[in-house]
């Protein structure tokens, strides 16, 4: 039986016994001890006892991408001093670009930038805890939208997790991101059937056998890339290929104005959502649905909610307008 202090012994001495005897070796150490590092996380997991996180290594950058992969994707992230993108900032952007196919399949990383930029306002303190981001360390510092510009520029998709958040803050920011095609990678990839307990970075890095610096752009930009290419046993296609289909697939916005006040928990129960008009979008309960689900959310509301031929609008999304704000 393994005693608790047998723990804290060096990796070698807990290794299984057909990985011991090997001959210390005096320049070859410093390879040996990560392949013995390896050999005991190997051995831990076999033992069904334990689960290792391995830290996430930043894919390297390529100066010459494979041409099989002809698409330029982008991962953003945003850090801000709020939520609200009419009052609040940007005070971190990291962005990195790789290359993929008509099938979804990743290929190289091609362009990294991180960078920090001084709002008009003290960083609340609530965003610092969260961020790590201090107002001494944004000090002075700005965005280089000639280096940023260059990466958005040739972009055909940009992939942001919680692309609803982050689009409306970006475009705020610059004109750069108008005019994109935009992809959440929270809402447009069905991460629990996939076998994830939930849809936050953090679980699904973890889930997937990594730990991360995580709250900082360039990290989770990283991070979200690595998830993206894994699939689990049982699975061919990868999260980011579903994610690719589906941002291709048009969508419709429904908005039920007027509609009488004592249907309201009918519709928050469908799953319709509430805007009182200050984000640009009409006052009205609304739902967003596939675009071959909208004669039957039609026929819902005129024969359920109305009870007569209404006529509700009706906006038809691409990836080019959707997680805009309003």
């Known amino acids: 039986m393994t005693s608790q202090m047998d723990f804290f012994a060096p990796a070698v001495a807990r290794l299984p016994q057909a990985e011991k005897g090997r001959k210390p070796g005096g320049r070859d150490a410093a390879p040996k001890t990560g392949m ?7 051995h831990l997991e076999t033992t069904g006892n334990y689960r290792v996180l391995r830290r996430l290594q930043p894919r390297p950058v390529v100066d010459r991408p494979r041409p099989e992969f002809p698409r330029q994707g982008v991962i953003l992230d945003t850090e801000t001093t709020g939520l609200d993108y009419r009052t609040d900032e940007i005070i971190e952007i990291g962005v990195i670009t790789f290359t993929f196919d008509d099938q979804g399949a990743i290929g190289d990383v091609t362009g990294i930038y991180g960078g920090l930029r001084q709002p008009a306002i003290a ?3 609530d965003i610092t805890r969260l961020t790590g981001i201090t107002d001494e360390m944004v000090t002075g510092q700005s965005i280089d939208m000639a280096r940023l510009t260059s990466l958005i520029a040739h972009a055909d998709l940009i992939i942001a997790h919680n692309a609803g958040f982050d689009r409306p803050f970006c475009e705020a920011f610059s004109p750069i ?21 939930g849809n936050k970075l953090g679980y699904l890095i973890g889930q997937s056998g990594y730990f991360h610096d995580g709250h900082r752009a360039v990290d989770d930009c990283f991070a979200l890339l690595e998830v993206l290419e894994q699939t689990r046993p049982g699975q061919e296609a990868t999260p980011f290929a579903e994610l690719y289909e589906a941002s291709g697939r048009s ?9 009488p006040f004592d249907m ?3 519709l928050k129960k469908r799953g319709y959502r509430w805007s009182d008009g200050s984000d640009g979008r009409p ?3 609304w739902v967003e649905l596939p675009e071959e689900k ?18 509700p609008t009706v906006k038809h999304l691409t990836a080019f307008d959707r997680f805009r704000a309003g």
């Not at 013995?36 to 190997?42: K, V």
């Not at 108008?178 to 307990?197: L, M, P, Q």
């Not at 969508?251 to 509609?259: C, K, L, P, Q, T």
């Not at 909208?294 to 006529?311: G, P, S, V």
């Open 36 to 42: 013995d590092d390896e050999a005991l996380a190997a």
């Open 123 to 125: 960083i609340p303190e």
């Open 177 to 197: 991101f108008r005019n994109k095609a935009w992809a959440c990678s929270v809402s447009e990839i069905d991460w629990r059937v996939r076998g994830f307990e």
């Open 251 to 259: 969508r419709v916005r429904i908005y039920a104005e007027n509609s």
């Open 264 to 266: 309201k928990d009918h």
């Open 283 to 285: 006052k009205s309960w």
């Open 294 to 311: 909208l004669e039957e959310e039609l026929h819902f509301l005129r024969t359920e909610i109305y009870r007569w031929d209404a006529d």
